[in-house]
C-alpha cells in the first residue's frame, strides 16, 4: 500500500517547538517533492513549505517563514518540519503530501495551484497555554 505518514504532532505551549516527521511506505520518497500543509478548523488548507527532491530547494508560506525549517533524508526516506517559535495561530492539522511534479513547490507555498498524488493522514498540532 503506497501513502506517507505523518507523526510528531501534539501539545505545546506558545513559543515551543515541536519537529513533524512524514515516511513513506510503499514508494520511493526522494522521487517526489514533497510540500507540508495544514488546515485550522473552519479554515482552508494551507501550503506551509515544500522541498525538492535532492533537498537543493526549500520553500516557505511568509505565515512560517523563520520558525519552520524542512529537511529530508532520502537514505531513511523521511521529510522532517521543524517548527519553532509556535503560536496559538500554527494550530491545525498537519499533512505532507508527494507532489506530482517539483514545479508545485512554488504555487504551494503561494496560493497558487499544485498537484499530489500521495496525501498522509495528518497530525494534530495543538499550540496553547
Known amino acids: 500500500q503506497l501513502r506517507l505518514v505523518e507523526s510528531g504532532g501534539g501539545v505545546v505551549q506558545p513559543g515551543g517547538s515541536l519537529r513533524l516527521s512524514c515516511a513513506a511506505s510503499?514508494?520511493?520518497?526522494?522521487?517526489?517533492?514533497i510540500g507540508w500543509f495544514r488546515q485550522a478548523p473552519g479554515k482552508e488548507r494551507e501550503g506551509v513549505s515544500c522541498i525538492s527532491r535532492s533537498a537543493g530547494s526549500a520553500m516557505y508560506a511568509d505565515s512560517v517563514k523563520g520558525r519552520f525549517t524542512i529537511s529530508r533524508d532520502n537514505a531513511n526516506g523521511t521529510v522532517y518540519l521543524q517548527m519553532n517559535s509556535l503560536e496559538p495561530g500554527d494550530t491545525a492539522v498537519y499533512y505532507c503530501?508527494?507532489?506530482?511534479?517539483?514545479?508545485?513547490?512554488?504555487?504551494?507555498?503561494?496560493?497558487?495551484?499544485?498537484?499530489?498524488?500521495?496525501w498522509g493522514e495528518g497530525t494534530l498540532v495543538t499550540v496553547s497555554s
Open positions: 510503499g514508494f520511493t520518497l526522494d522521487y517526489y517533492a
Open positions: 503530501a508527494a507532489l506530482n511534479a517539483p514545479s508545485y513547490c512554488k504555487p504551494l507555498v503561494s496560493g497558487g495551484y499544485y498537484a499530489v498524488d500521495f
